[in-house]
């Protein structure tokens, strides 16, 4: 396999817990072995201005405005996300790995928040225009499971629970039900990988369907 001849832009998606950091870490070394400039990156945040809104948004400072209040926020941060760090790496042909991005408004703000579908789509397009992911990951998982891995990770750290890690399990629940569904709905965008299987073994399925998919083709159009 050869350096990257164009960018791809791949997006981690998935409820509480379920193993999105460490999967796109694990994948960010596949592609740097490849000899393939990858650049990591996260949602809401990703820049110095978008992580100030990640703290509003995570601490609940935003939630006393309401869902679609938060709804912009988190546009107001992917617009800031791409404009200086998604759009330019793309451009100069690196890939992008980002955990979390558009779909998880549609999930967390849209089907459990219930901000009405086409206002979230007019948020969309002004902060992404035309970019949508080559590929989404979506790992799935039961929710009780991602809650407590994430407990685990939160209480090493010293962290306290976040404003949507708090949320009812009715809520994760139904957060599982979205995610699946956005890849029922676009099913050549999303793949669904089972994130109960251990690390090594998610790893190597998120390998292989990236290899299939981009840099087999790839290789054989160099040839
Ligand atoms: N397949 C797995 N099996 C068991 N534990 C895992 C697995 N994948 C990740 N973990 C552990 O679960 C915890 C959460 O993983 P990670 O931070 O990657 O999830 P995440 O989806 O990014 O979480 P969040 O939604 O909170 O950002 C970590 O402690 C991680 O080591
Ligand atoms: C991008 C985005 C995120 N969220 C929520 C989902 C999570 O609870 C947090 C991010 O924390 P993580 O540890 O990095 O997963 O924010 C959301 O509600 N809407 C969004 O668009």
């Not at 010293?158 to 709905?185: K, N, P, Q, T």
């Not at 073994?201 to 292989?208: F, G, K, M, N, S």
Request: hydrophobic share 45%; charged share 30%; glycine share 10%.
């Amino acid at each position: 396999m050869t350096g990257a001849e164009k960018g791809r832009f791949i997006t981690f998606e998935g409820g509480e817990g379920v193993g999105k950091s460490t999967q796109l870490t694990r994948l960010a070394e596949h592609l740097r072995g490849c000899g393939i400039e990858t650049v990591t990156t996260r949602e809401p945040g990703g820049t110095p201005k978008a992580e100030t809104l990640r703290q509003i948004l995570l601490s609940g400072r935003a939630a006393p405005l309401g869902t679609l209040a938060e709804a912009a926020l988190f546009a107001a941060a992917r617009i800031d996300h791409v404009d200086r760090l998604i759009a330019p790496a793309l451009s100069r042909g690196a890939w992008v790995l980002c955990d979390r991005f558009a779909d998880s408004t549609r999930a967390y703000q849209g089907a459990r928040g219930g901000v009405e579908r086409q206002v979230l789509s007019l948020l969309e397009k002004a902060a992404v225009g035309e970019l949508k992911p080559d590929l989404t990951v979506i790992l799935d998982l039961a929710p009780e499971e991602g809650l407590a891995r994430a407990a685990v990770r939160r209480e090493a750290a010293g962290l306290r629970v976040d404003r949507f890690e708090a949320e009812d399990d009715g809520f994760h629940e139904g957060l599982r039900r979205a995610f699946l569904d956005i890849a029922a709905d676009e099913p050549e965008r999303c793949c669904v990988v089972n994130a109960a299987l251990p690390a090594d073994e998610v790893a190597r399925a998120i390998r292989q369907l990236v290899d299939a998919r981009f840099l087999e083709a790839q290789a054989h159009a160099a040839q």
